[in-house]
């Protein structure tokens, strides 16, 4: 990767995604944005009224990115954080705020 090219990218997903767990279908999107980060791997992330938000409780968990800004996570049951959202992304990061990402092995 170049030494000035950009360590987030955001880029539109043109395809339908949608994330499984245990079976449940929780999100359902055509609205998608992948968030590529230098060492991570691609992520999407989905509209809020893409996810069925009602069965998600946000978590104790909290993190602090200092690319994206603060994190807050969700749980399903005993599938603790696995999701995750910034409610108030740093400068530059605007387009995430609010918006729900899920572990990498959920999306399909």
């Not at 090219?5 to 994330?19: D, E, F, G």
């Not at 079976?23 to 809020?48: F, I, M, N, V, W």
């Not at 603060?70 to 530059?92: C, M, R």
């Amino acid at each position: 990767m170049p030494q000035d090219a950009p360590r987030i990218s955001l880029h539109p997903v043109s395809q339908r995604v949608q994330v499984h767990v245990d079976g449940k279908l929780l999100a359902d999107s055509t609205q998608a944005l992948e968030l590529r980060e230098t060492g991570y791997p691609p992520r999407h992330y989905l509209p809020r009224k893409d996810v069925r938000m009602e069965l998600l409780a946000k978590s104790e968990t909290t993190t602090h990115c200092p690319f994206k800004g603060h994190t807050v996570y969700f749980s399903l049951n005993d599938n603790k954080d696995i999701a995750w959202s910034y409610e108030q992304p740093i400068e530059g990061m605007e387009a995430i705020a609010g918006r729900v990402a899920f572990g990498e092995d959920k999306n399909e």
